[in-house]
């Protein structure tokens, strides 16, 4: 069975771009979380979603969206880059949201704002 | 108090010790610990998680102790080996909630052989 899969590997963009990562969960899983961890910060977590709707969001602002789609994968979009926002920027899915559930992550974006 | 604070941020441990890793929390309707080992150039994994109703759980070379009335918890390693090392994040969250965990911020655990 495949893992979550997240594309790309690295990114690297300027400041004030907009950055695109994408992550395809493990089939059957339609929960996906988004999480930023930057060096030294642990895990944050960013956002949540189920069944096609963001379901909860971190303390992060609003230029940090994103979407799932109707096959469950999901798009996490940042706009008007900073140069904190380099991080490595992990996926994660999860059968259910309801009841506690494993998080499996993917291997993460690393993006790298210049 | 959604803080989870881990300690030490870094630990260098010889072949066949026990590396421990501490982790202490506040809010106290957190009712679910996990813990995440995460090695280079890979997403985290869960390696073993604990409810509050127990004080203790062991799952082969890894033990979590948990305090409830210190509101801590830790990350045993027995007899650890040179592949144990990767850097390990303890979390808590609400059982009944899968959307948010809040982690720690790592331990970077090396063993030297």
């Known amino acids: 069975e495949a893992g979550v899969t997240q594309s790309p590997t690295h990114l690297i963009k300027t400041r004030g771009q907009q950055a695109t990562l994408r992550c395809s969960p493990i089939?059957?899983?339609?929960?996906v979380y988004w999480y930023q961890q930057a060096l030294g910060l642990g895990l944050q977590f960013l956002l949540w979603?189920?069944?096609?709707?963001?379901?909860n969001r971190g303390n992060f602002p609003p230029r940090f969206s994103g979407r799932q789609f109707p096959n469950y994968s999901s798009e996490l979009n940042v706009n008007a880059l900073e140069l904190e926002d380099s991080a490595l920027y992990l996926c994660?899915?999860?059968?259910?949201?309801?009841?506690?559930?494993?998080?499996?992550f993917g291997p993460g974006t690393r993006l790298l704002v210049l | 108090q959604q803080q989870v604070k881990q300690s030490p941020q870094s630990l260098i441990v010889q072949k066949g010790g026990i590396s421990i890793i501490n982790c202490a929390y506040e809010?106290?309707?957190?009712?679910?610990f996990p813990w995440y080992q995460q090695f280079p150039g890979k997403g985290p994994a869960l390696l073993i998680a604990?409810?509050?109703?127990?004080s203790e759980k062991k799952e082969g070379r890894f033990t979590i102790s948990f305090n409830k009335s210190a509101k801590q918890f830790s990350l045993h390693i027995m007899d650890s080996q040179p592949g144990d090392s990767a850097t390990y994040f303890c979390?808590?969250?609400?059982?009944?909630?899968?959307?948010?965990?809040?982690f720690g911020s790592g331990t970077r655990l090396s063993i030297r052989p």
């Open positions: 994660a899915s999860s059968l259910s949201s309801g009841v506690q559930e494993t998080q499996y």
């Open positions: 089939s059957g899983h339609t929960s």
């Open positions: 979603y189920d069944e096609g709707e963001e379901r």
């Open positions: 809010n106290t309707a957190f009712d679910y």
């Open positions: 604990i409810r509050p109703d127990v």
């Open positions: 979390a808590a969250s609400w059982y009944s909630s899968a959307s948010k965990i809040i």
